[in-house]
């Protein structure tokens, strides 16, 4: 019987020694663990970087560009390069850029999962820069917002007021001289006067034919040239005083037919001069048709002001209430806080509940934002308090001054603060502008008439946003301000009228509050402009329309008048040679002429005849006398 020898046994029995570490297998994780330190200290910059600026640029709607982005894992800092934020509304152009941009993530427990920054630096911010590149993204189809054209229809009234001073229009304006009521009515007047013209002309020789008398003065002229001696020609003389009184029947009967034929033509000829008035009188009523009245409420300033101002106004603050509509869009929606029964309820229905618990510290909060940079010739200097995700949780406060480069004086401040509300989100935000040129104010609006403002003004604009309403109050006060209008926007007319009346304001006041209400089925918008422009404007406005006035009247007076003094030539000139008052005048007077010498010769002659009988009769009583003494 074999037999195994017992160092034999052992060394076939003997188990293994086992390992915990197996040194060969940690070879595989370090080089996994290598590649992966080393890819993220490669590649987690670059990855986060092209992170950020894909979030940033589906928020935005338009490319949002980073430089560069550094990450230390030591102090948790962050540094940013070159940040381009595109405006979405007009590609070539950035909203801002960002030279750099730098601060330290907090370190605290209680924020871990939590992005939070006790305070972050902004440097060389600048507002409105252009683009090389366009910024918009080509693969999506992005609705551009609009903007709200200005309202037009305001100046239709004014429009067709200037339309109506063309001196090219006057000749169709007055017509064919045969289409004028008063030349109408003139020619049949011009017909009655050729016809009474024609009764006067057969009647008037007769009338003024002075022949019967002549005999007659030939007899007056010869008695009074004639001597008388007297007793001897007593006899003559009353013959001779007989002859003179029984003259004067005829001459007189004489005088009585021109009367009656002077007192007739007079008669016709006033009937004929009131027909004539009455063509007059219907010549000024037409010609009144024809002028312009510069009265009425078409030459109010308040439909101008509100064409040229008002809309453009509105149209502004529609635009910027639209900056600040697609800011806030930017923002988070507010999680609010409940009740844990409501939470246990919510859940207990399937319900995800996602409520912040009041006063945590929100997933996103950046306690202070040191801002510095540029906007044009300004320098940009200001903080943002409270920059969070949640702002029911800290309001929002911002303070941004820009300051000239060079006098260091304050051109603008911007003012505001921003917080959550269980209703919905609160805003003030305060904009005062300092000798602020004009022109900015209605950039970037297609106005239908307002090219633009030019001069400067001092410009506050408050905007306030509750859940009830959305509001901009802007105050404005300018010195020597310009308005221009936009060329084509109205006709040469109404160009050269508005022109005229838009001059140089030597001291501009407006006020516009401007409110969307906001409902369940669309809120309403209300409007309220308030300027010292309106009185202005009235002024020059009435004055330049009456200085036009007059003259388009005067001009269209004056050549009205010609075409129908024109037409009615004829007629004055017949009415004009109808009056032969003085012919019968004339010979009215050569009759009172020899009556006045009948009768004067009569007077001597009977002054004669008496003398003579009252020396007969004296005579005679001395005779008598003489012959009573004898018989004595």
């Known amino acids: ?217 030939d007899e007056i002229q010869a008695i009074a040239r004639r001597k008388y001696k007297l007793p001897e020609d007593l006899a003559q003389l009353r013959k001779d005083l007989d002859t003179v009184k029984n003259a004067r029947q005829q001459v007189q009967g004489k005088q009585d037919v021109l009367k009656q034929a002077r007192q007739d033509l007079q008669t016709d000829l006033a009937e004929l001069r009131t027909a004539y008035a009455q063509v007059n009188e219907l010549r000024e009523s037409k010609l009144k048709d024809l002028l312009i009245d510069p009265q009425g409420d078409v030459f109010s300033a308040s439909n101008l002001l509100s064409a040229l101002l008002g809309d453009s106004l509105v149209d502004s603050a529609r635009q910027y209430l639209g900056y600040y509509e697609k800011f806030k869009g930017y923002l988070p929606e507010q999680k609010q806080t409940a009740e844990v029964k409501v939470v246990q309820r919510e859940r207990a229905h399937g319900t995800t509940v996602d409520f912040v618990r009041a006063g945590a510290l929100p997933s996103v909060y950046i306690g202070q934002i040191d801002l510095s940079g540029s906007h044009g010739s300004a320098t940009l200097s200001g903080t943002v308090l409270n920059a969070s995700s949640d702002l029911s949780y800290k309001p929002l406060l911002l303070n941004v001054d820009f300051r000239d480069a060079q006098s260091k004086a304050d051109v603008a401040t911007l003012r505001g603060s921003m917080s959550g509300a269980k209703e919905g989100l609160n805003s003030n935000i305060q904009l005062t502008l300092r000798q602020s040129p004009l022109q900015g104010l209605s950039q970037g609006v297609d106005h239908t008439y307002l090219a633009g403002l030019d001069g400067k003004a001092d410009i506050r604009a408050t905007l306030t946003d509750t859940p009830q309403n959305l509001s901009l109050a802007l105050r404005i006060e300018g010195r020597n301000v310009g308005l221009r209008l936009k060329p084509g926007s109205v006709g040469q007319d109404m160009e050269r009228m508005l022109s005229a009346v838009l001059t140089q304001i ?127």
């Open 1 to 217: 019987m074999s037999t195994t020898t017992p160092r034999a046994q052992d060394k076939a029995v003997t188990p293994k020694k086992v390992r915990f570490f197996r040194f060969s297998a940690l070879i595989p994780f370090a080089l996994i663990t290598m590649l992966l330190v080393g890819g993220y200290l490669l590649f987690f910059d670059r990855l986060v970087k092209r992170g950020l600026e894909a979030s940033f640029t589906a928020m935005n709607g338009a490319k949002v560009e980073i430089g560069s982005f550094d990450f230390s894992l030591l102090d948790t800092s962050v540094k940013t390069r070159g940040i381009q934020w595109t405006d979405a509304d007009a590609p070539m152009k950035n909203l801002f850029e960002i030279g750099a941009t730098e601060f330290t993530l907090q370190p605290n427990p209680l924020s871990v999962g939590k992005f939070v920054v006790t305070r972050m630096a902004i440097q060389d911010l600048r507002l409105g820069t252009d683009r090389t590149q366009s910024g918009a993204l080509p693969a999506q189809d992005r609705k551009a917002t609009s903007t709200a054209p200005a309202s037009g229809g305001t100046l239709e009234s004014l429009e067709a007021y200037a339309k109506g001073i063309d001196y090219k229009a006057i000749a169709s304006k007055i017509g064919q001289p045969e289409d004028i009521p008063a030349v109408r009515l003139g020619k049949e007047l011009e017909a009655k006067v050729q016809a009474r013209s024609d009764l006067w002309k057969q009647r008037l020789p007769a009338v003024t034919n002075l022949g019967e008398l002549q005999t007659t003065s």
């Open 506 to 632: 030597d001291l501009l006041t407006l006020e516009l509050d401007y409110t969307q209400e906001r409902g369940p089925q669309g809120g309403r918008t209300s409007t309220r402009l308030r300027s010292n422009l309106e009185p202005i404007l009235n002024a020059r406005l009435r004055a330049y329309v009456a200085a036009q006035v007059a003259k388009f009247n005067g001009e269209l007076r004056n050549r009205f008048n010609a075409e129908v003094d024109q037409a009615l030539a004829p007629l004055k000139q017949k009415l004009d040679g109808f009056d032969q008052t003085g012919t019968l005048s004339t010979a009215l007077g050569d009759a009172d002429k020899l009556d006045a010498a009948r009768a004067k010769l009569e007077s001597e002659l009977n002054q004669k005849l008496k003398a003579e009988e009252n020396r007969f009769k004296s005579k005679a009583k001395d005779k008598l006398e003489d012959k009573l003494k004898s018989l004595r």
